[in-house]
C-alpha cells in the first residue's frame, strides 16, 4: 500500500518568510511524528501527534514553530519568520500506535532558507 | 532520558567483508532498540527492531543485531557486504514505555563498501 508521503521535496525560502511542510501518514496510522535532520544536530524528534491531539510537542525549537493535524490524518508543520538556522530536512513519520510499534518514515522535506 | 551512542561517524569495508556497526544505549528500564538504514535523499528504512522477545534480531537484507544487556549493547552485524549496503545507519531507542514512542537516535554511521 501507500508509504507515508511528504510534501514538498525541496523548499527554498527566503529568511523571514513563513512556510508550510505537509505530511500524508499511512492510513489508519494514528500516530504521527515529526523529526528534524540537520547536519549538526542529527535527528531530533519534534512533536508527536495521537489522533488530532499533540500531546508531546517538547521537541518544537521555538515558538516560530507550530503543527497541526486534522481529521486523524494529515498534517501540517508551519515556521513562521524562518531562519537560516532552520535549514534541515524534515522528517515525518507514522504508526499505528501501540507501544514501541514500528515508524514509518516519508521521504522528508528538504528545506532551505537563504 | 534513554539515549544511544554510535561511535565513530564512518566504517569502510571491502564487498564481501564483516559489516559491525557498534551502537550502545543507555536507559534506566528495558529498551526497545531499533536500526533504520537511509539511502542517500531518501527517508529512514527500518531494519529491524529490539522488543524483548528475543536477544539475537534478524532484519531485512541479512542484517542482524544482538542485545546485550550487560554490555548495553546492540550492534549490528552483517556476514558480507554488498555495494547495495552503502548508506547512512542509524541506531534509535523509543521513548516507550514513556509518555510516547517517540525515537531518539543515535549520530548515525556512513557504510562505504569498496569494490
Known amino acids: 500500500g501507500a508509504g507515508v508521503s511528504q510534501s514538498p521535496s525541496n523548499k527554498v525560502t527566503e529568511k523571514g518568510k513563513d512556510v508550510e511542510l505537509r505530511c500524508d501518514p499511512i492510513?489508519?496510522?494514528?500516530?504521527l511524528y515529526w523529526y528534524r535532520q540537520s547536519l549538526g544536530q542529527g535527528l531530533e524528534f519534534l512533536i508527536y501527534f495521537q489522533g488530532n491531539s499533540a500531546p508531546d510537542k517538547s521537541g518544537l525549537p521555538s515558538d516560530r514553530f507550530s503543527a497541526e493535524r486534522t481529521g486523524g490524518s494529515v498534517s501540517t508543520l508551519t515556521i513562521q519568520r524562518t531562519q537560516q538556522e532552520d535549514s534541515a530536512v524534515y522528517l515525518c513519520?507514522?504508526?499505528?500506535?501501540?507501544?514501541?510499534?514500528?515508524?514509518?518514515f516519508g521521504p522528508g522535506t528538504r528545506l532551505t532558507v537563504l | 532520558a534513554q539515549s544511544v551512542t554510535q561511535l565513530g561517524s564512518h566504517v569502510s569495508v571491502s564487498e564481501g567483508a564483516l559489516v559491525l556497526l557498534r551502537c550502545n544505549y543507555s536507559s534506566s528500564v528495558p529498551p526497545y532498540l531499533f536500526w533504520y538504514v537511509q539511502y542517500p535523499n531518501q527517508g529512514l528504512q527500518l531494519l529491524l527492531k529490539y522488543t524483548s522477545a528475543a536477544t539475537l534480531v534478524k532484519g531485512i537484507n541479512g542484517f542482524e543485531a544482538e542485545f546485550k544487556k550487560s554490555e548495553t549493547s546492540f550492534h549490528l552485524t552483517k556476514p558480507s557486504a554488498h555495494m547495495s549496503d552503502a548508506a547512512e545507519y542509524f541506531c534509535?531507542?523509543?521513548?516507550?514505555?514513556?509518555?510516547?514512542?517517540?525515537?531518539?537516535f543515535g549520530k548515525g554511521i556512513t557504510l562505504s563498501v569498496r569494490p
Open positions: 534509535a531507542v523509543s521513548d516507550w514505555p514513556g509518555a510516547n514512542s517517540k525515537l531518539t
Open positions: 492510513s489508519g496510522h494514528t500516530a
Open positions: 513519520a507514522s504508526s499505528q500506535g501501540q507501544g514501541p510499534d514500528t515508524q514509518y
